[in-house]
Each structure stands twice: as structure tokens, then as C-alpha cells.
């Protein structure tokens, strides 16, 4: 069964800074690895996916890095905001239609 | 209104009853997930459905049942509610071709359960 393996569990960054998660996974023969964003008291939202065809993906201050070898993929916020105060969830592809997250990351941005 | 709800968003009940949690979503999606959430543990897929009266276990079925006899809505019932079952619930569903993205996920606002 697939696991996701997701750290760290908190993070403090000053406003400005570069916040940076990481997640590894299992073998998966499908190819979508998205991570997700939930504010207090909401669902989670899709905030940016890619597809390990290109090791990099990047919208706006959000990159996602892809290393298909060592099966991990990480996250990282450019010029973190406080509005960026969110859980982060990572997910790799169980099925072409089920995902497994990871335990989330609390990140929390300081002014 | 469009989009993914759940009802009720917050429920306390006690040991032993029976809770049904609601999904209803306007999209035609095919696919519903129900989840749910607990610190340390992210979010754990409960059960699935791929399609009206096509349903499948996830990681965490024990004490829970689901139908889907409309696209539209995929309850969530614990036949017999126990204190470990106290959580967040998020209802989820995803199209055929989702979006740009191919696989998205529309999550739900969530429901809170309490189990005394």
C-alpha cells in the first residue's frame, strides 16, 4: 500500500523567507503528484500538481522539485507571506484515481 | 448552491448511535472520496465511489457504510458510532477529465463529528 512520508510537521518562517516541505514515496505506476492547501475550518485545495516528466514545476512564488530516483518531491514558498499560514498536504498517486496524502505540514509565517 | 457541501458541518452524538454525514455535489463528477482527518495521521481515504452504485473500501472502512444510488450524493453512515470515530470528515470529488491538472480533487468544507 502506498505511503507518504511528509516533513516536517511544523514550520515557523519569517515573512520574506522560503519555506520548504518535503515528501517521499513508495512505487507508483501512475504520475501525478499534487499538493494540496487547507486554511482553518476549510476543505483542502489543490495548489499546484506536476507530472514527473519535468522535474520542476513552478506557478507564481510556489515550485514544486521532482526527483523520480530517489522518489521524493518537495515544495518550496518563495517571499512567504502570512497569508501563506496554511496545512500543507503532499499526495502521491495510489490509483490513476486515489491518492494517499501525507501527514501534513503546519507552516506558519511571522511578520 | 454549485459546488461540493456537506451537512451537518458539526455533530456531537454518543457512543453506539448511528450518524449519517451528508455529501452533495453539483458537478456530475464521477468520482466521491470520503475522508477523514487527524492530527498526525493527514487525511485517510474511507471509502470511494468510482460511480452511481460502484462502491470500494479505502484505507479505514472498518465501521463505516456508504450507497450511492445518485451521481449527486454519497452518505457517509457509522452504523454504530465509537469514540475513535470522532474527527473531521471531508467529502471529495473528482471528474473524469478533471481539469488541466487531470486528477483534481474538489474537497468539501468538512463536517466535525464528536463521539462522547
Known amino acids: 500500500q502506498q505511503q507518504v512520508k511528509q516533513s516536517p510537521q511544523s514550520l515557523i518562517v519569517q515573512k520574506g523567507g522560503i519555506s520548504i516541505i518535503n515528501c517521499a514515496y513508495e512505487n507508483t505506476a501512475f504520475d501525478y503528484f499534487p499538493w494540496y492547501q487547507q486554511f482553518p475550518g476549510k476543505g483542502p485545495a489543490l495548489l499546484i500538481a506536476i507530472r514527473p516528466d519535468v522535474s520542476e514545476k513552478k506557478e507564481g512564488r510556489f515550485t514544486i522539485s521532482f526527483n523520480k530516483s530517489a522518489k521524493q518531491f518537495s515544495l518550496h514558498i518563495m517571499d512567504s507571506q502570512p497569508g501563506d499560514s496554511a496545512t500543507y498536504f503532499c499526495?502521491?498517486?495510489?490509483?490513476?484515481?486515489?491518492?494517499?496524502f501525507g501527514t501534513g505540514t503546519r507552516l506558519q509565517v511571522t511578520l | 448552491d454549485a459546488g461540493i457541501t456537506q451537512s451537518p458541518r458539526y455533530k456531537i452524538t454518543e457512543t453506539g448511535r448511528q450518524v449519517t454525514l451528508m455529501c452533495h455535489q453539483t458537478?456530475?463528477?464521477?468520482?466521491m472520496f470520503w475522508y477523514r482527518q487527524d492530527l498526525g495521521h493527514g487525511l485517510r481515504l474511507i471509502y470511494y465511489s468510482a460511480a452511481a452504485d460502484i462502491t470500494d473500501k479505502g484505507e479505514v472502512p472498518d465501521g463505516y457504510v456508504v450507497s450511492r444510488s445518485k451521481t449527486e450524493n454519497f452518505p457517509l453512515t457509522l452504523e454504530s458510532a465509537t469514540r475513535s470515530q470522532t474527527s473531521v470528515y471531508f467529502c471529495?470529488?473528482?471528474?473524469?477529465?478533471?481539469?488541466?491538472?487531470?486528477?483534481?480533487?474538489?474537497f468539501g468544507p468538512g463536517t466535525r463529528l464528536t463521539v462522547l
Open positions: 471529495a470529488s473528482m471528474g473524469l477529465q478533471s481539469t488541466l491538472y487531470g486528477n483534481e480533487q474538489f
Open positions: 499526495a502521491a498517486p495510489r490509483t490513476a484515481s486515489k491518492l494517499t
Open positions: 458537478w456530475s463528477h464521477s468520482y
